[in-house]
């Protein structure tokens, strides 16, 4: 019997509890689990409120959701267009190795060709070597030369403030 084919489709606000299940499982899996600090509303306003900045995708097999991507656009001064950024892709466990990572990542990638977006970018842990292999796998490039920094919380209030 062959495998079933997975479906991909935008996520909509229902779907906000079924996100923080697989935002918690990522966050478990990065072992970062109290580093998440949203809820259902949170990401239900976040995703899908009027002002929303991301998008989310569900992929699914069978009826079944097995996984999901977020992601935004940035942008490129040097090369004058827009980029996508890929923020979250997730896959619960027992559906890894069967394609749908690829699958969620091939259907972002072909948003940014369609939309002429001149990037297609993300982070990954430096020691998670499966996904560093699944990336490398499918022609992506680490950017060695760059360091990611962060303002957050109370070190982003103070600076804001002038502090």
Known sequence: MAAAEVQIRPAVADDAGLILYFIRELAIYEKAESSVQTDEAGIRA???GADAKAQALICERDGQAIGYAVFFYN???WLGRNGIYLEDLYVSPEARGSGAGKALLQHIARLAVAQGCGRFEWSV???N???IEFYKAAGAVAQDEWTVYRLQGDALEKFAKGE
């Open 46 to 48: 976040s995703l899908f």
């Open 125 to 127: 842990l430096d020691w």
């Open 129 to 131: 070597t499966s996904a």
């Open 75 to 77: 942008y490129s001064t």
